[in-house]
């Protein structure tokens, strides 16, 4: 490909412009736990942080959670371990999470570059 043809945007891949079609969430991922959805305040891939958070979890401790999100028409929902980096009223929740299988992960590395403008 010349350098021409790059400028000028022809030769683009199909990949690139489905994914500009799609729109552009405007909040990151919501997370469940014990059957509270929490909009997170910050979400990056591989932790997060929930402020005011009212539930029982304490620091240290391992917990099981849902991460859903809607990427155009397809709705996810998929399951997720986490541990509690800190937890009090002033910072709220903040968790460490493994990441969920590779098929999910890269829904969600798509939802968070949607979400992000990247």
């Known amino acids: 490909m010349s350098w021409l043809s790059k400028l000028s945007g022809r030769g683009k891949s199909t990949a690139a412009s489905a994914s500009n079609a799609k729109e552009r969430p405007a909040d990151p991922p919501t997370i469940r736990i014990d059957s509270h959805e929490y909009v997170p305040e910050e ?68 939802y968070l570059k949607l979400w992000k403008g990247l």
């Not at 942080?49 to 391992?62: E, F, M, N, S």
């Not at 460490?96 to 992960?105: G, K, S, V």
């Open 43 to 110: 979400f990056v891939l591989g932790s997060f942080r929930i402020r005011p958070y009212d539930g029982d979890l304490i620091a240290k401790q391992q917990f099981d959670f849902r991460i859903l999100f809607r990427l155009g028409e397809e709705h996810s929902d998929f399951a997720c371990r986490g541990v509690v980096v800190k937890m009090d009223e002033q910072a709220g929740l903040v968790a460490r999470f493994h990441q969920p299988p590779p098929a999910h992960t890269r829904k969600l590395i798509e």
